[in-house]
Every structure is written in C-alpha cells, then in structure tokens.
C-alpha cells in the first residue's frame, strides 16, 4: 500500500529552527510537495522537490532523498505567523498525489 | 482575482438528502481535483478531471458523482448522504494536468445528521 508518515504534533520556539520529517512508501514517484494549512483555511503551496537535494525559498528549504523515501522541510526565524499545520503529499507513478495526515506545528513565544 | 470559489461555505443536511457542492476557477486550469479532509487523515481524492469533459474516480469515490461540461466549473454531487460524509470538502486545480501545484478553494464543511 502507499504510505505518507509525518509526525503529528511538534512545539518550537519564535525565532528557532524547526525541521519537518516526511517518509513515503508509494507505487512510482512523481515528486514530493509541501503545502501550509492554517486552521479552518485551504492548503497552499510551500514547495516541490523531484530530484535529489535541497531547495531553499526564503525562510523554508526542503530537502529529498528518493533513495531513502524522506524528505524535510525546514523552517528558520520562527514566526508566530507559521503556527499551522504542514502537509507532506507524493506524486505517484498515476499523477495523483497521496497525502500524508499533517504536522501540527505549535510557535511558542 | 477571484482563484477558486467553493459554495456553499457550509452546510447542514439530512441523511438521504442530495446535494450538490459548486466550484468554479478563473485560472483556466486544466485538471480540477475534489477531495474531503477528516480529521486525523490526509486529504483523499474522491474524483478528478484533467480537462473539460473527462472525469476519474479517486480513492474514495463511492457515493459522490461529478461532471466537467466545461473548463471552469467542477460540481459534486452526493445523491444519497450519510452521516460518514460529514467532512470538510475541497476543490482544487493545477495547470497542464497533474506535476505542478495544486490551486484549493476554500473549503465546504459539511454536516450530515
């Protein structure tokens, strides 16, 4: 079966580096997506990586392994603002994308 | 510019009761995608369409039906609601079919009693 685990909570601190953990098992790999969910709202797109390395925008950079079916998305200078829910989606070999369940990220003060 | 719209913003319906949930987009997007967001669960594709005219079925498509008479519009329709339907639903649409990313609507959150 296709699988996306991320984990399901995690607390950071304003200001401080946090690092999002996404591994994958699916049928073909088409590339991996990031995308940002604040409460009650609509996804929207963080990233989109397809081969191999890291992809730096801003304050977000993600990284992929397809050898090792990871990938991370890290954020820097923690913002109040990027409390929400981080999704982690791979592209299958059929072009559709299996969703992983969401990391709820908590900034504290 | 207006993106995608979703109608309505939400909704309370009786078990056995029809609906149907309204998407439009102005992008002229290609391939349009309906999925539905349970707590605890990634969002699940229920159909998709990657040009006017065609349609797919998801991985949840049982009990929801949809149509593509033209580019901007992408209706659902639950003929029969049952409680496990209650969820919060969203269209969305991406450019030149499925490897770029994923525009959403707002969201319709559903109740079924």
């Known amino acids: 079966g296709q699988n996306i685990d991320q984990p399901t909570e995690m607390t950071a601190t304003e200001g401080a580096i946090v690092q999002i953990n996404c591994t994958y098992q699916t049928s073909g790999f088409n590339g991996l997506f990031w995308y940002q969910q604040h409460a009650g709202e609509a996804p929207t797109f963080l990233s989109y990586n397809v081969l191999d390395g890291l992809e730096e925008k801003g304050r977000f950079s993600s990284f992929l392994s397809r050898s090792k079916g990871y990938s991370y998305l890290l954020l820097k200078e923690l913002q109040m603002k990027d409390s929400a829910s981080y999704l982690c989606?791979?592209?299958?070999?059929?072009?559709?994308?299996?969703w992983g369940a969401g990391t709820k990220l908590i900034i504290k003060p | 510019t207006a993106g995608i719209t979703q109608a309505p913003t939400s909704q309370i319906l009786a078990a056995g009761r029809s609906m149907t949930l309204r998407c439009t987009q102005d992008m002229r997007h290609n391939a349009m995608y309906w999925y539905r967001q349970d707590l605890g669960l990634g969002l699940r594709l229920i159909h998709y369409?990657?040009?006017?005219?065609?349609?797919g079925k998801g991985e949840v498509p049982d009990g929801y039906s949809v149509s593509r008479a033209n580019t901007d519009d992408f209706p659902l329709t639950l003929a029969s609601a049952v409680p496990s339907q209650t969820s919060v639903y969203f269209c969305?649409?991406?450019?030149?079919?499925?490897?770029?990313?994923?525009?959403f609507g707002p969201g319709t959150r559903l109740t079924v009693l």
């Open positions: 969305a649409s991406s450019d030149e079919g499925q490897a770029n990313e994923q525009f």
């Open positions: 369409s990657n040009t006017a005219g065609t349609t």
């Open positions: 989606a791979v592209m299958d070999s059929n072009y559709q994308l299996i």
